[in-house]
Nanobody
Framework: QVQLVESGGGLVQAGGSLRLSCAAS????????MGWFRQAPGKEREFVVG????????NYADSVKGRFTASRDIAKNTVYLQMNSLKAEDTAVYYC?????????????????WGQGTQVTVSS
């Protein structure tokens, strides 16, 4: 079992930055690849980035490439999502999730555990 708790969301102006955190716990969480997804009202859940605990280069969605940076702190059992140059279209609830799919997945249905989500609102 893996427990995930996100934090760091909020309201920011376009062009600003936020950093999301996802604290993981559980006996075998290190086996999982972590992912960040987001879901805007009326839209499907969208892949943002995947990152492994072993250090494989993060895999970004084209919509965030060059603006968002995923990282992890193994000692703190935490993954981060640094979001820069935010746009109004980045407004969504952001979720972190864990999957056993080797190398991660861009498909939300392949993730086994989810956090509760954190709201990010970007005002234009």
């Amino acid at each position: 079992q893996v427990q995930l708790v996100e934090s760091g969301g909020g309201l920011v102006q376009a062009g600003g930055s936020l950093r999301l955190s996802c604290a993981a716990s559980g006996r075998t969480f290190s086996r999982y690849t972590m992912g960040w997804f987001r879901q805007a009202p009326g839209k499907e859940r969208e892949f943002v980035v995947g990152i492994t605990w072993s250090g494989t280069s993060p895999n970004y969605a084209d919509s965030v490439k060059g603006r968002f940076t995923a990282s992890r702190d193994i000692a703190k059992n935490t993954v981060y999502l640094q979001m820069n140059s935010l746009k109004a279209e980045d407004t969504a609830v952001y979720y972190c999730a864990a999957t056993l799919v080797r190398g991660g997945s861009r498909t939300w249905a392949e993730y086994d555990f989810w956090g509760q989500g954190t709201q990010v609102t970007v005002s234009s």
